[in-house]
Nanobody, 126 residues
């Protein structure tokens, strides 16, 4: 059974940093595409960043240059380093995984992923 558990969320002031982690278990982690999504109340779930099995990355335009996604296959852990945080980054952040081989343009689409964590809240105050 696939399990994804996020941690590292919290409350920070605008301009601050946070590092999210996602611990994965129950499957061949290193071969899966992994991604971070976020969702605010009343909004659709939004793809933030994705990383392929060999390390290729995608980022939403809204976070390019501020967020960095990475994976440690030895630790079965996915990370999201978030810098220069803005109030509009406030959301519940979710880790997701899929065994599908995704095209570049589909890596930030929620329907492409079939495993999800429970989420971790990030709140950025101005």
């Amino acid at each position: 059974q696939v399990s994804l558990v996020e941690s590292g969320g919290g409350s920070v002031q605008s301009g601050g940093s946070l590092r999210l982690s996602c611990a994965a278990s129950g499957y061949m982690y290193s071969s899966y595409y992994m991604a971070w999504f976020r969702q605010s109340p009343g909004k659709e779930r939004e793809g933030v960043a994705a990383v392929g099995s060999v390390g290729s990355t995608n980022y939403a335009d809204s976070v390019k240059g501020r967020f960095i996604i990475s994976r440690d296959n030895a630790k079965n852990t996915l990370y999201l380093q978030m810098n220069s945080l803005k109030p509009e980054d406030t959301a519940m952040y979710y880790c997701a995984a899929t065994a599908r081989q995704l095209s570049y343009w589909s890596r930030l689409l929620a329907p492409m992923y079939n495993y999800w964590g429970q989420g971790t809240q990030v709140t950025v105050s101005s």
